[in-house]
């Protein structure tokens, strides 16, 4: 099974920061590789796809980037409603795994 | 607007069954692959399973393979998470979600781009 390392595993960063998520898959993925952000008690939201395409509706101060085993999810200027834990996801083959979350607060 | 509503969450002793409903709309349910993922207490995300749009293919998670059965009624819009012999491991949040490609084949997946609300499974005797 491909496992997927996320770094940090929690930061806290000032409104207007710019922010970098890391994500490592075990094996090479392509771009195989899905973001999330998730709040407290709600399902996840599905941000980016095949490692760079932003989904619809999603501001464009966040951004993917990467290929082969290492990706990065990056907000450019980090705002309140940020505030959540993003996930990470391999799509190359079952089981599609995620990452173990990285917690972003607000300072 | 896409929905999805699951259902079908209780508590349940070890050794035990449920099955989880997921109602769609919004979308043609039947293009598309739809995939279960769960979530225990203060925990992250666990893919559970996925189902083709056809259902010509399922995979899933190796700890629920031969206990958990996914399954699909394109005519009623519904998907299905059958779990036995249920464990206490499986307690959790379980998220329907649609797979973001129009009817997807081969092994890969871009990912679940609307998610349910949840529906929670506890395993306790």
């Known amino acids: 099974d491909i496992q997927m390392t996320q770094s940090p595993s929690s930061l806290s960063a000032s409104v207007g920061d710019r922010v970098t998520i890391t994500c490592r898959a075990s094996?090479?993925?392509?771009?195989?590789l899905n973001w999330y952000q998730q709040k407290p008690g709600k399902a996840p939201k599905f941000l980016i796809h095949a490692a760079s395409t932003l989904q619809s509706g999603v501001p464009s101060r966040f951004s993917g980037s990467g290929s082969g085993t290492d990706f990065t999810l990056t907000i450019s200027s980090l705002q309140p409603e940020d505030s959540a834990t993003y996930f990470c996801?391999?799509?190359?083959?079952?089981?599609?795994?995620f990452g173990q979350g990285t917690k972003v607060e607000i300072k | 607007q896409v929905q999805l509503v699951e259902s079908g969450g209780g508590v349940v002793q070890p050794g035990g069954s449920l099955r989880l409903s997921c109602s769609a709309s919004?979308?043609?349910?039947?293009?598309?692959?739809m995939h279960w993922v769960r979530q225990a207490p203060g925990k992250g995300l666990e893919w559970v399973t996925f189902?083709?749009?056809?259902?010509?293919?399922?995979y899933y998670l190796d700890s629920v393979k031969g206990r958990f059965t996914v399954s699909r009624d394109n005519s009623k819009n519904t998907l299905y998470l059958q779990m036995n012999r249920l464990r206490a491991e499986d307690t959790a949040v379980y998220y329907c979600?649609?797979?973001?490609?129009?009817?997807?084949?081969?092994?890969?997946?871009?990912?679940?781009?609307?998610w349910g609300q949840g529906t929670r499974v506890t395993v306790t005797s």
């Open positions: 979600a649609k797979d973001h490609e129009w009817r997807r084949v081969g092994h890969t997946t871009s990912g679940c781009d609307y």
């Open positions: 094996q090479i993925i392509s771009t195989y």
């Open positions: 189902i083709r749009y056809d259902e010509n293919n399922k």
């Open positions: 919004g979308f043609t349910f039947s293009d598309y692959g």
């Open positions: 996801q391999h799509g190359y083959r079952s089981p599609f795994t």
